[in-house]
């Protein structure tokens, strides 16, 4: 998302065709979900989604652990949950880039690229998270030639070829171990001198002949030509450098959540995760959050989708509650 | 066959024929996996914006995806989709992996005027 900034309303902004009852910013797991109890309940909704519609869980081969569904990859569950918000009537719009950001006032506005301007009662926050980079030199330029973040899409291009795999949680682990079905050799450098993962990860990886550790270190550079060839290494312990050839890297150190552009506008924690109330309300009233950019301790497509069921049956409350307040005489 | 709804290119001659029949064509060569598949929805979705390029997309695994997986062009990829930019059946950019929307536009403005 790009940086929001506060943006007064003007009347010619809130035409019938352009407001909604609640706007939804973000197309995962959480977001969709609430598009479709939003629409179910006849509430008139607008998602408005950044990326290609799924979020994360397109990102997954296979979910085997969704309940009621034996196995389904993360695709065609995210395909499964638009095609059910669209039919209930929610309207999606995918792939734009939202530029500013007004929500204080009782009516939300949202502008995507910088022209298109939507209004709404309610809106919900369901911004996800995304892969983090380490951020060292090189590491964009050699992105697919060298540089991956998804085993399963690119681990054959590796066949018999050294590779590093950096991090040292669930993710990291499974996928080194998963990683020697292709490499002859998998060096795994992560920063601290212990593994976050599960003690059956860390086995796994350890039991694993192919896999050596690189502790306490960390990438500092991608070094090559038309391809990556070659990295640096920091001990972090006792600083010293070193360059190893290579042929891939995969990076698997966690996620970030998405609310850059939500800073001095939502109140976030420390890591940047949206705060919310029981209701997953933010600070600002009419203002919900939900999926994985909410301060929570576990992120799975499961959680999201509950997320996103409250979030959207508390927009739904709220919305209603306005129109009542606007139908009913006061009391004097 | 992928599970778009571009034009599936399914063989060689099919891509011959799209490139003597086509001025500009984009081509996005992968499988569905999620690398590829925001790569996919964002083509479709700029299908209906760009009506001088045509869109189409090739299975990698298949035998006949080797007129793009061999492309010299392509000889340092290391990373799903392969995404081949042609004019007039000349390779003008090729890329690997997954790219935003924005970063697809920016390749197609830079090199197929509308």
Do not use: W
């Amino acid at each position: 998302m790009g940086r929001a900034c506060l943006s007064p309303l003007t009347k010619a902004d809130t035409t019938m065709e352009n407001h909604f009852d609640v706007i939804v910013i973000g197309g995962g797991a959480a977001g969709l979900t609430a598009g479709i109890y939003l629409s179910r309940a006849k509430v008139n909704t607008l998602i408005l989604n950044e990326g290609a519609v799924g979020g994360q869980m397109v990102l997954t081969h296979e979910i085997a652990n969704y309940p009621g569904v034996e196995n389904i990859s993360g695709y065609e569950l995210a395909r499964n949950m638009k095609s059910q918000a669209l039919n209930f009537g929610c309207k999606i719009r995918s792939n734009v880039k939202i530029t500013s950001l007004a929500l204080e006032d009782e009516i939300k506005k949202v502008t995507v690229n910088n022209k298109d301007v939507f209004t709404s009662n309610a809106v919900i926050i369901a911004t996800g998270g995304k892969s983090r980079a380490i951020g060292a030199p090189g590491e964009d330029s050699f992105k697919g030639t060298g540089i991956s973040y998804c085993a399963t899409c690119d681990g054959d291009f590796f066949q018999d070829k050294e590779i590093i795999v950096v991090g040292g949680g669930n993710s990291a682990l499974e996928e080194a171990v998963s990683l020697t079905r292709y490499a002859s050799k998998v060096t795994i450098v992560h920063q601290f001198d212990y593994f976050q993962a599960l003690e059956h990860y860390i086995e796994d990886a350890k039991n694993n002949e192919k896999i050596n550790f690189v502790m306490e270190s960390e990438i500092i550079e991608f070094i090559g030509d038309e391809k990556l060839r070659s990295v640096k290494i920091k001990n972090k312990s006792n600083g010293e450098i070193s360059q190893k050839n290579i042929d891939g890297v995969f990076i698997f150190i966690g996620y970030v959540p998405n609310t850059e552009s939500l800073e001095g506008i939502i109140e976030l924690n420390k890591f940047k995760e949206i705060l919310v109330d029981k209701d997953l309300m933010t600070n600002i009233p009419g203002v919900f959050a939900a999926g994985d950019s909410i301060q929570k301790k576990y992120r799975q497509v499961t959680t999201a989708v509950a997320d996103g069921t409250i979030a959207a049956l508390s927009a739904a409350e709220y919305v209603n509650n306005l129109k009542k307040e606007k139908t009913e005489p006061a009391v004097v | 066959m992928l599970r778009t709804n571009l034009k599936h290119v399914l063989s060689e001659k099919e891509h011959s024929e799209l490139l003597n029949n086509n001025e500009n064509v984009m081509i996005c060569c992968g499988r569905m996996g999620p690398m590829c598949i925001p790569v996919y929805e964002s083509m479709e979705e700029l299908e209906g914006e760009y009506n001088n390029i045509k869109f189409a997309d090739m299975e990698f695994d298949s035998p006949d995806a080797k007129v793009i997986r061999d492309l010299p062009e392509c000889s340092s990829f290391a990373g799903l989709p392969f995404v081949v930019y042609y004019k007039n059946g000349k390779v003008v950019k090729a890329t690997s992996s997954i790219q935003s929307r924005d970063q697809i536009t920016e390749i197609l403005d830079a090199n197929f005027s509308k």
